[in-house]
Every structure is written in C-alpha cells, then in structure tokens.
C-alpha cells in the first residue's frame, strides 16, 4: 500500500512540475506577444504623428507652389493609403509609398527658395525629420520584440506549448522604400 502511495505521490509531482512547466512557458510567450503588440502601438503612435503633421506642411507649401498639383495628390492618396493599412507587412508597404511621395515633395520644394526660408514650413519640416527619426527607433524596437517573440515561438522546448495554444509568428516592419534601400552617393 505505501509503495503504491509513494508511486502515485511521485506520478502526482511529475504532473505537477509539467504543469508548472507549461504555464511558465505560456506566460513567457504571453509576454512576449504583449511586448510585440506594445512596440507595434509605439510605432502607430509615431506614424499617426507623421499622418497629423503632413496636412500642414502641405499647406504651407500650397501658397507657393501653385503649379504642382499632381505632387500634392500623391502626397495625400499615399497619406489615406497609410492611414488605411492595417498590420506590418500593410503599413509597411503604405508608408514606403509615403516616404517616396514625401520624397519627391522635398525635391519639388527645392525649386521655391521662398518656401525653404519660411519659418513655418522649416519647422513642420523640423518636426517631420524628428518624427521620422521616432519612427526609425519604434521600427527598430518592434523587430527586435517579433524577433524575440518569433525565436520562442520556433525553438524547443516552447515551439510546442506555442502550436498547442495557437501563438503565431509575427511579421517584421520591414523597409518597402527602394529609396530607403539604396546606399547614398557621395562624390566630392
């Protein structure tokens, strides 16, 4: 009778510590998920500042530059598509579509010297460039969160409770920018 008891008490502990094991690694991967879902937030924040912030510099840049229409067009279909995306690979391709609008606006605006000089626009221009940089570290912040979180969900002994309670891979904020892509020349 005790060696059976001794035997179920032993078979009880080795459920109890596989158990144990599972919730710690559940929650592990619970937290991860969260960490993943707060950076991608923290990246939203930033392009919602970006969304806000290029109205004005557009029309600041309206009053004197009165023949470049379809350059403004473009600038606000690519700002509806990005405000319209949804997830990383989306967005990512949304806001690659907006940095390349945007792009070509700042080489238009070249051709106003009067529209470069006005305090107004340098400094949207100002908050722009600062905003672009927030967006550059929340991206960088968010990979590392999905890479953490996609390691996990892919390496034993936690790809298993992963696959049990549905945890999926995560997609990175990657660069859809071709001009974001391409090392800058530089000729003296």
């Given at each position: 009778?005790?060696?059976?008891?001794?035997?179920?008490?032993?078979?009880g502990?080795?459920?109890?510590?596989?158990?144990?094991?599972?919730?710690?690694?559940?929650?592990?991967?619970?937290?991860?998920?969260?960490?993943?879902?707060n950076?991608?937030?923290?990246?939203?924040?930033?392009?919602?500042?970006?969304?806000?912030?290029?109205?004005?510099?557009?029309?600041?840049?309206?009053?004197?530059?009165?023949?470049?229409?379809?350059?403004?067009?473009?600038?606000?279909?690519?700002?509806?598509?990005?405000?319209?995306?949804?997830?990383?690979?989306?967005?990512?391709?949304?806001?690659?579509?907006?940095?390349?609008?945007?792009?070509?606006?700042?080489?238009v605006?070249?051709?106003?010297?009067?529209l470069?000089?006005?305090?107004?626009?340098?400094?949207?221009?100002?908050?722009?460039t600062?905003?672009?940089?927030?967006i550059?570290?929340?991206?960088?912040?968010?990979?590392?969160?999905?890479?953490?979180?996609?390691?996990?969900?892919?390496?034993?002994?936690?790809n298993?409770?992963?696959?049990?309670?549905?945890?999926?891979?995560?997609?990175?904020?990657?660069?859809?920018?071709?001009?974001?892509?391409?090392?800058?020349?530089?000729?003296?």
């Amino acid at each position: 009778m005790t060696g059976t008891l001794i035997g179920l008490m032993v078979f009880g502990g080795i459920i109890l510590v596989a158990v144990m094991f599972v919730v710690g690694i559940y929650n592990a991967l619970v937290r991860l998920r969260n960490q993943v879902d707060n950076a991608w937030s923290q990246i939203d924040v930033q392009l919602k500042r970006r969304h806000d912030l290029i109205p004005n510099l557009v029309e600041t840049a309206k009053g004197y530059m009165t023949h470049e229409r379809e350059t403004f067009e473009k600038i606000t279909e690519a700002r509806s598509r990005a405000m319209g995306a949804n997830g990383p690979a989306e967005a990512s391709k949304a806001e690659g579509m907006l940095s390349d609008a945007l792009s070509k606006f700042m080489l238009v605006v070249e051709n106003y010297p009067d529209l470069k000089a006005n305090a107004n626009f340098l400094s949207l221009q100002e908050t722009l460039t600062s905003t672009e940089n927030k967006i550059a570290f929340a991206r960088q912040g968010y990979n590392d969160q999905v890479l953490f979180y996609n390691n996990k969900i892919q390496m034993f002994p936690s790809n298993i409770v992963a696959g049990m309670f549905n945890f999926g891979k995560r997609e990175f904020f990657e660069i859809e920018n071709e001009a974001e892509r391409e090392v800058p020349k530089v000729s003296f």
